[in-house]
């Protein structure tokens, strides 16, 4: 995370995580989601905030969620159907259903595919919002496989030489297991920067950094800036001009799109009037291709000679992937969850309003 | 292909793709490669010169290989076995195959694989430079299959906040059949540049932009600059810096060693005294997961509406991947492929060499 994304002590109250998740069920269950769903749909929010991804915890995406159920948007029952399966893939249609409920259904349905032929790959079509999406390639990590997961989003992304938003943050996470180093991953927009963060930055007042978004013509906004009032009229691809690699960025934000959106035969992210995300994940078994032993010794290895490459000047040195993450986690999970003073109370309110009892202080 | 790296009409001589398809065959022979690999091998090496691609051309890779197989580097005839096989997936050990032999078996192998559970997954540990990515990802495409090809290679990026090259430039290769339209063919280093681009830049006399390149302590050049002399010290991974997402390329870098080297059993591109290239293909059966008529259509339209974005000022449109490389395949499928005149001087001095009859004029 940028050091400017930080919450200070100042304005945080710290809560339980156990407690941030029993009220973030109890406020799912009240807007129709049944108890294990919603049990799971607390736990990918909630591992959000535990990893310092604030942008994908409760404060940025619950009352969304929350809001699209309500309104219909969100089917909180779906009827999630088989669309084409063999014993390697699936094909499924989400109904609407909400993305932090049916994509971990999803990747367990790779996981056991996986642990017959190796590896599973379901698609999820007609899907809504899926939160962080490495909480779903993090979830092969404990049946020592690597997993993988993409989904598509509303039309943020100009893509390089356009004027408008084509494609969304189309977002890729990987996970792979180590042995005595934590695991490794990774969960990246295609964006120079993730949407949210633009949010954050209005939010706090921050400034918006030079190569994250275009002007109103689509010219690439090269110097930092302060965030404009609403949104930003479009993100740059990863790479933020052609001449450093935006034409990459955004070629892997079309690869999320037709590996999610098209195989799925959901649609893809193009168009506003379309209010659907699409999803991807698959799961690789390590055995299947390799002695485990030796591929987590040989990610140990990897990892600890990356983080033992010599620093380049005004830096402590490099960063594995998901390893800061892993870090917070800890730390989280000991300390409890710094949220800001505004959520703290957009929480009290919200308690009342649904009846849901108020455990966080 | 950036501007300033296109051949001009002064320096170039036009010459038959089938001329030189045979004699690149004819060079592959000489020194102990089986006809029907080296037809393969001279096939992946003038796709790229068809497709534009000169930096994985006969120009730049041809020597290459030919001194590496001479020098026992390259084995000609590798003993290629199965090290672990499932009916979706396989590791290969390549007993230092040359990548643009063994790469192609490893996608039919993927590619019948999908043909029976609509996914096949192929790594390949312990081989060498397999050439154009994108070669053998577009062999998924006559099958109406999506397409995979990452692969290896010794250290050229230096991770974000990094003094030293610790990752390969790992090239992301991905096929995508369409219907009326051209098939999307994204393949890219995820360094900001492709390696070869700098040691064209040498050749040529060109500048190297900004964000492509570290300075001998690891801090990022952001202005253009005359390539020195010999190679830059490192390359930067797409997104140049932090700021603008360097932590994304740098971190796809790792997927492409996870994904072919570690999980192929292989190794990582990381040490200068592993001389392997490790290399991971899969193949997508569209008709296992949807209609294919249906997701034809659906290319088609995604396609087309990227093509249809407004420009932002000062360019034609946005280019849809691997268009541009369609069309020049075409044109030079018709007319020729220009070749440098020290190109064409070397194939006359490498016919006398290895006594292959010089058809190129």
Known sequence: MLEQFKITADDAVTVDPTA????????????????????????????????????????NMLRVYLSDLKSGVINPTPKVSVVRETPAIANLHSDNGLGVVVTPKAMNMA????????????????????????????????????????????????????????????????????????PFVLDIATTAVAG????????????????????ERGVPIMEAMDPPEHDVPALLPLGSVREMGSHKGYGLACVVDILSGILSGGGYGMFPGRPYNHHMVSAYRVDAFTDLDG????????????????????????????HPEWDTEQERRANGIPLHAEVVQWFRDTCRELDVPYILE
Chains 1, 2 share one sequence.
């Open 196 to 215: 949210n963060k633009i949010t954050i930055a209005q939010r706090l007042g921050t400034k918006i950094l030079g190569g994250w978004a275009a002007d």
């Open 295 to 322: 591929f987590k010794a040989m990610m140990d290895e990897f990892l600890q000679t990356l983080k033992e490459t010599p620093p380049s000047p005004g830096h402590d040195g490099v960063v594995v992937p998901g």
């Open 111 to 182: 996981i056991e595919k996986a642990k017959d032929v190796g590896v599973g790959m379901v698609t999820v079509g007609h899907g809504r919002h899926l939160g962080m999406a490495s909480y779903h390639a993090m979830m092969a990590l404990e049946h020592d496989m690597i997993g993988l997961c993409v989904t598509t989003a509303g039309p943020r992304m100009a893509p390089t030489f356009g004027a408008v938003p084509r494609l969304g943050t189309n977002p890729i996470a990987i996970a792979a297991p180590a042995g005595t180093e934590p």
């Open 20 to 59: 941030l998740a029993q009220t973030t069920q109890g406020f799912f269950e009240r807007v129709g989601i049944p108890a294990p769903d919603a049990r799971v749909a607390a736990d990918v929010l909630v591992r959000a905030d535990l990893r310092g991804v604030d942008t994908h915890g409760v404060s």
